[in-house]
């Protein structure tokens, strides 16, 4: 069956860069898209960005400049980075297939010094 | 970008009481294919969202069918025909139509 699962570091320092993983199964990433959404704790939800089966990327206008999503289909992964970390990126971070369809635990980063 | 106003925010409701929530968009979400990509998430306390509804009215499997979506164009509706205790949460509108994706605010369900 299609799982997601997110990993990373859950503390990041201000002004550092965030690196997170999500491992898949059930599905080929050459065929489906993955999505990176957010949610700041008590907050909605929103769509960072997201790459396509052909390996192309579309990501919110509001964090591309700090923002990198990639993948290795070998391992079934892809790849958050997002530089310039503030304390408002303090968030749970979710890994979804396309139409939302599917989606990780979620892992939570928080950005403190 | 398109912005998903959802209507009303908080929601109070008895076991069996059947509920509405509106979705509205600042732009039509009709594609140029032909499809409207509007879907409904509910995410429980604790829990990453799930799919409820999509293409505005396609029941996602494994979803019973209390839960209906309608509309077209810029007005969405969710429709749940008699809440159930597990239909407690947040429900979300997201629209795939426009790039960059977007959701709408949220609406929460609560017992009354």
């Known amino acids: 069956q299609v799982q997601l699962k997110e990993s990373g570091p859950g503390l990041v320092q201000p002004s550092q860069t965030l690196s997170l993983t999500c491992t898949v199964s059930?599905?080929?990433?050459?065929?489906?898209?993955v999505h990176w959404v957010r949610q700041p704790p008590g907050k909605g939800l929103e769509w960072m960005g997201g790459?396509?089966?052909?390996?192309?990327?579309d990501y919110n206008s509001a964090l591309k400049s700090r923002l990198s999503i990639s993948r290795d289909t070998s391992k079934s992964q892809v790849f958050l980075k997002m530089n310039s970390l503030q304390t408002d990126d303090t968030a749970i971070y979710f890994c979804?297939?396309?139409?939302?369809?599917?989606w990780g635990q979620g892992t939570l980063v928080t950005v403190s010094s | 970008d398109v912005v998903l106003t959802q209507t009303p925010p908080t929601l109070s409701a008895t076991i069996g009481q059947s509920v509405s929530i509106s979705c509205r968009s600042s732009?039509?979400?009709?594609?140029?294919?032909?499809?409207?990509?509007l879907n409904w998430l509910l995410q429980r306390p604790g829990q990453p969202p799930q799919l409820l509804i999509y293409?505005?009215?396609r029941l996602e499997s494994g979803v019973p069918n209390r839960f209906s979506g309608s509309g077209s164009g810029t007005d969405f509706t969710l429709k749940i025909s008699g809440v159930e205790a597990e239909d407690l949460g947040v429900y979300y509108c997201?629209?795939?139509?426009?790039?960059?994706?977007?959701f709408g605010g949220g609406t929460k369900l609560e017992l009354k």
């Open positions: 979804t297939t396309t139409a939302f369809a599917y």
């Open positions: 059930g599905f080929s990433l050459t065929s489906n898209s």
């Open positions: 790459i396509w089966g052909d390996g192309s990327t």
């Open positions: 732009q039509s979400l009709l594609h140029s294919n032909g499809n409207t990509y």
């Open positions: 293409l505005v009215s």
């Open positions: 997201v629209q795939s139509t426009h790039a960059p994706r977007t």
